[in-house]
């Protein structure tokens, strides 16, 4: 089945920092990658559809830049949490789905903003 | 009023037992539908889709999908503690194809008991 890998699978940083995580699709070329947060016993919110090559689609509410999102290439997406705040803390899950197929998740990155 | 809905919950079932998992969906023109698990600090992963009518089955597991009562429902027969997790149900986000954007439901927490 189709793999996807996030990077790192957890961070703590400082408030005011900015923190990078990447998701790759290791064994496909996925023209889309959404990026989602998930809160303490909430469900996935969508967060950003990224496109290979074009600018990300950001969901009502979410700050684009705040929230930087770069899809340089088929196999990888990164988002760049700028300048942190704790309120930022959660579960950052990424998917990957290629033309005709459904999303592949991440198995996730646990940020933690003090 | 959310796209998905989840309203069930949390289910607890002894081992052995059919744990009935339910979903409900605004969208009549929705198309497809996903059922996802996940574990506490996991990101989910796809157990079925259903995109027709009716009962779709895939070993333990049986997605039921009623248009016209716009409701979708996933059956675990012969629960395993194995199977306690929580449940995501998915539907695309406005309307979309299956193959568009996911909105997800607030998930339905699971607990088979020996």
């Known amino acids: 089945g189709a793999v996807v890998s996030q990077h790192p699978s957890w961070v703590i940083c400082k408030s005011g920092t900015s923190v990078k995580i990447e998701c790759r699709s290791l064994?496909?070329?996925?023209?889309?990658m959404f990026w989602y947060r998930q809160f303490p016993k909430q469900s996935l919110m969508l967060m950003a559809t990224?496109?290979?090559?074009?600018?990300?689609?950001?969901e009502q509410g979410v700050e684009k830049d705040k929230f930087l999102i770069n899809h340089a290439s088929l196999t990888l997406s990164t988002l760049t949490v700028t300048s942190a705040h704790p309120e930022d803390s959660s579960f950052y899950i990424c998917?990957?789905?290629?033309?005709?197929?459904?999303?592949?998740f991440g198995p996730g990155t646990r940020l933690t903003v003090l | 009023q959310k796209e998905v809905e989840q309203n069930s919950g949390p289910l607890s079932v002894p081992e052995g037992a059919i744990a009935s998992l339910n979903c409900t969906y605004s969208?009549?023109?929705?198309?497809?539908f996903f059922w996802y698990r996940q574990y506490s600090g996991k990101s989910p992963e796809l157990i079925m889709f259903?995109?027709?009518?009716g009962d779709k089955e895939d070993g333990r597991f049986t997605a039921q999908l009623n248009k016209a009562s716009q409701y979708v429902s996933l059956l675990i027969r012969d629960s395993q503690p194995s199977d306690s997790a929580t449940y995501l149900c998915?539907?695309?986000?406005?309307?979309?194809?299956?193959?568009?954007?996911?909105?997800f439901g607030q998930g339905t927490i699971l607990t088979v008991h020996p």
């Open positions: 998917s990957a789905r290629t033309s005709g197929s459904w999303e592949f």
């Open positions: 064994d496909f070329q996925a023209t889309t």
């Open positions: 259903i995109y027709s009518n």
């Open positions: 998915a539907g695309p986000l406005a309307g979309g194809t299956s193959y568009g954007k996911l909105t």
């Open positions: 969208d009549r023109g929705s198309q497809s």
């Open positions: 990224s496109n290979e090559g074009s600018k990300a689609t950001y």
